[in-house]
């Protein structure tokens, strides 16, 4: 009985943690990335419907009227879709639903005609059932890898107009992705196997450490497009560093623009600014971005976060080699440009192939 009443109470915090992070992500009070946290909303609010029927219990209802329960079976199936959704809105703030998106909408309708077969078909109702949860589990499988590949597309994206990457990369988002494939495989292989429609104390205790999850992530997002939508949201394919490009500048303005650059990195020293982007160092150029992104690929070779970072690393280097056992590698990475130890480490590393104390260590033996 204890363990009974331990369940219910999990059950209880999972749907009310749910369905309050839903209405904050829906009113969204710090004001970023509106659109995306609509759609995260609506996500985890079809995902505490999958909870509903245990707590209409608790509350004294009963059993949920039959075509109720269809309803409500209905619109859970949109759950995987409805996070990827979300994910295309986090990545392009400008995405619009065109007609060629109803393709969507075929799992769904063949998962609500076995829900409306199984109250009809009473002899192969456990066949429909087991259809349904595979039905549910490709569609999940489906959309966690779409969005899986969507973030991964996104974090290469912003390289061409970010200096750092922490907090816009999705990652957070990316993590509550795999966390939720995973927890749905264990559930619907668990009501396959056991037949039991309501899971039990491990794991609704782990969908609950989830929710915690979900909530740490999703409430410390950044704004990943921070300036004005129409002026840091750019083609990213026509810029790329391996695709045929157009040729924005003739060689020898390219050529004056590469001067410039390489002038004002020397004497603003731009690069000292953590948040520093594409849209600010085209304005200290007064070129376009499209045209600052094409002089640092066509004339460095370089993306614009290598271009900046390279800039911040040597900076980096300088300091190192002054070996100041006093100053801290904390200090030497705001110093340098960076926001934090942990993207200054791994920048460093990814450049120069040693870690900043490895290089540090290496100059005091010289």
């Known amino acids: 009985m204890a363990l009974t009443n331990i369940n219910n109470l999990i059950v209880i915090l999972i749907y009310g943690g749910l369905v309050l992070l ?4 829906l009113t969204n009070p710090l004001i970023i990335n509106a659109r995306g946290n609509r759609w995260l909303a609506i996500f985890l609010f079809l995902l505490s419907t999958f909870w509903l029927e245990e707590i209409a219990r608790f509350a004294g209802f009963g059993e949920i009227n039959q075509n109720l329960g269809i309803f409500i079976h209905a619109i859970q199936i949109f759950t995987p879709s409805s996070l990827y959704a979300g994910v295309l809105f986090y990545t392009k703030p400008g995405f619009k639903i065109r007609s060629s998106h109803w393709k969507h909408l075929v799992i769904p309708s063949v998962f609500i005609v076995i829900e409306i077969n199984k109250v009809h078909s009473r002899s192969i109702e456990v066949f429909l059932s087991k259809a349904g949860i595979i039905l549910i589990l490709f569609q999940a499988l489906l959309y966690s890898i779409l969005a899986f590949i969507k973030i991964r597309r996104h974090q290469k994206e912003i390289l061409l107009y970010s200096s750092n990457t922490q907090g816009i990369n999705l990652n957070w988002l990316e993590y509550i992705t795999i966390q939720i494939l995973v927890l749905t495989i264990v559930v619907l292989f668990y009501n396959i196997f056991f037949n039991d429609k309501a899971p039990n104390i491990l794991l609704n205790s782990i969908q609950l450490i989830t929710v915690f999850v979900i909530a740490f992530f999703s409430l410390r997002q950044k704004e990943i497009f921070p300036l004005q939508r129409g002026d840091l949201i750019m083609e990213a394919d026509s810029i790329e560093k391996n695709q045929e490009r157009k040729k924005l500048l ?43 992104s094409y002089t640092i690929n066509a004339g460095f070779d370089e993306n614009f976060f290598q271009f900046v970072n390279r800039h911040r690393v040597e900076t980096a280097k300088e300091l190192l080699k002054k070996n100041d056992s006093k100053t801290t590698m904390i200090a030497i990475a705001f110093d340098s440009g960076f926001n934090s130890k942990t993207s200054f480490n791994t920048t460093f590393k990814k450049m120069t192939g040693q870690t900043p104390s490895e290089y540090k260590k290496k100059c005091s033996d010289i």
């Not at 839903?22 to 992500?25: D, E, K, S, Y």
């Open 22 to 25: 839903a209405f904050i992500h």
């Open 250 to 292: 003739p060689d020898d303005e390219l050529k004056l623009t590469m001067n410039k650059l390489k002038t004002i990195m020397v004497d603003q020293q731009p690069h000292f600014d953590s948040d520093l982007n594409l849209l600010k160092l085209a304005k200290l150029l007064s070129i376009t971005p499209h045209q600052l």
